[in-house]
């Protein structure tokens, strides 16, 4: 039973690794305009991880809001 249980878990956090990566990729592949949109959004909510990426990939692209 517990290896049962611990495979489960292995492929949920294999799971939720695979779309967080998805999701960052999303947010480097946005064009400028759309990440500045996405970063607007955010904004008053800086500490989310959308947010997080979304300034990092900002600052990589040397772009301001």
């Known amino acids: 039973m517990l290896k049962i249980r611990m495979k ?11 779309r967080l990566l998805q999701i960052e990729m999303s947010i480097i592949e946005l064009g400028d305009e759309d990440l ?10 800086s500490q989310t991880a959308i947010a997080q990426y979304a300034f990092a990939e900002m ?7």
Do not use: T
Request: glycine residues 4%; positive net charge; hydrophobic residues 45%.
């Open 8 to 18: 489960r878990e292995a492929a949920q956090n294999a799971g939720a690794m695979k």
């Open 36 to 45: 500045l949109d996405l970063a607007d959004i955010f904004r008053e909510r």
């Open 59 to 65: 600052a990589r692209r040397e772009i301001s809001l």
